[in-house]
């Protein structure tokens, strides 16, 4: 699809080539999307047509969540690379959560839309169903773990900052050589309020797989089946974006603490030259997000 892209380009498309590369980059998602569904409507071992479209619901829901959080983690380095979208600095850190929250969202109206009983005569199951039944505890916690590190990463990264975007060093009785974009309050403050809130949305979109009508003509197991394959979804979608929130924000701190140890200058000016201290401090960040 890139590829596509690239001989378009060279061969005169009149769109240029971070257009063009983020428009493939969009068809390769929407592709993989629909592959998606396509193969998970044919593992499902369903035995009727209210056990069929609720698969095919569940799989259209999921894929609709899922287009959401690739454009949410294509975007960023489409914009720092490419240079395709004006994101800014907070726009680019918040993004990939704006879109879990999206996702989430998709999952709740996929839930609060369910296919509803088609019999005139209805037959409900009374079943007593926790979260932990639909989701592990290992997991949910895992989720938990993820936002702790954020939160102990960010205050981190705040306290270390000489400014909002920026981390210093003294190099003299009166002097302080400064690196910019660092990831200080401008970033984080805004990174901590939305991971706050797709944490707390994740855990009622889990409330909502819960208690959502019991599929009809199925067993209680298949329902039960079903319910957790949606969680899985919806845990894994929360976990991979605070995961790599976390990454970026430590990767992107261990590249600044490194260019301001180095202290090679912006090529206008000379810089005051290394300091181990903060390029082991960069290296050391730069290993723990790899």
Request: proline share 6%.
């Amino acid at each position: 699809m890139v590829a596509v892209g690239v001989v378009s380009w060279m061969l005169g498309n009149p769109l240029p080539l971070p257009v063009a590369l983020g428009a493939d980059l969009a068809l390769l998602a929407l592709v993989v999307a629909v592959g998606l569904v396509w193969s998970d409507g044919r593992r499902a071992v369903v035995t009727g047509s209210a056990g069929r479209r609720a698969v095919r619901h569940a799989a259209l829901t999921s894929a609709g969540a899922g287009l959401v959080v690739a454009a949410g983690l294509l975007l960023p380095p489409a914009y720092l690379v490419l240079g395709v979208a004006t994101l800014g600095a907070r726009g680019t850190a918040v993004l990939p959560l704006v879109a879990l929250l999206g996702a989430l969202a998709v999952h709740a109206v996929g839930e609060l839309t369910w296919p509803r009983p088609r019999h005139r005569q209805r037959e409900a199951r009374l079943a007593v169903r926790s979260v932990a039944d639909v989701a592990p505890t290992v997991t949910r916690r895992l989720a938990w773990a993820w936002t702790a590190l954020l939160v102990v990463a960010a205050v981190a990264f705040g306290l270390v900052a000489s400014g909002p975007r920026a981390v210093s060093r003294v190099v003299g009785p009166a002097e302080a050589y400064t690196v910019t974009p660092f990831p200080g309050w401008l970033w984080t403050g805004p990174v901590l309020v939305v991971a706050a809130v797709s944490l707390v949305a994740s855990e009622a979109v889990l409330r909502l797989v819960r208690s959502r009508p019991a599929v009809e003509d199925v067993g209680e197991e298949w329902d039960m089946w079903l319910r957790r394959r949606v969680a899985r979804r919806v845990e894994r979608a929360t976990q991979l974006v605070l995961g790599l929130t976390l990454g970026g924000l430590v990767a992107f701190a261990g590249l600044s603490l490194r260019w301001l140890g180095l202290g090679n200058g912006d090529g206008a000016r000379l810089g005051p030259g290394p300091s181990a201290g903060e390029i082991v401090a960069g290296n050391v960040l730069l290993a723990v997000a790899a």
